[in-house]
């Protein structure tokens, strides 16, 4: 989740997963791959909840999970979508879809 921050605001995202990581035990700075991903989210969630008002939340939030996960599956498999929609547990069209309504841009890059 702190990825989806990054994408969307570099230095709120940043600051943000590094309030996290200070806060995992109270005092002094943990190495970021200490801190656990569920509280990680969990912080992550707690904030944008503050910051979305109105209804809806779910539906954000989740567009924005969705969003990012098939960006990086994407672009772990360079593009193929007939393996992208396998290893999510979908039907090729509905990744398609998926891709058309999230505006979803491919960072896949020819090796």
């Not at 570099?10 to 590094?18: A, E, I, P, R, S």
């Not at 989740?62 to 193929?80: F, S, T």
């Amino acid at each position: 989740m702190a990825a989806i921050l990054l994408v969307e605001n570099k230095n709120k995202g940043q600051n943000l997963f590094t309030k996290i990581v200070k806060n995992a035990k109270g005092t002094g700075e943990v190495p970021a791959g200490k801190v656990a991903w569920e509280e990680t989210v969990r912080q992550i969630l707690k904030e944008l909840i503050r910051e979305i008002n109105g209804p809806g939340i779910y539906e954000h939030i989740m567009n924005k999970v969705e969003r990012l996960l098939i960006a990086i599956v994407l672009e772990e498999e360079k593009g193929n979508q007939v393996k992208v929609a396998h290893r999510l547990g979908i039907n090729r069209n509905t990744l398609r879809r998926k891709i058309k309504e999230l505006a979803i841009v491919s960072r896949v890059v020819a090796e």
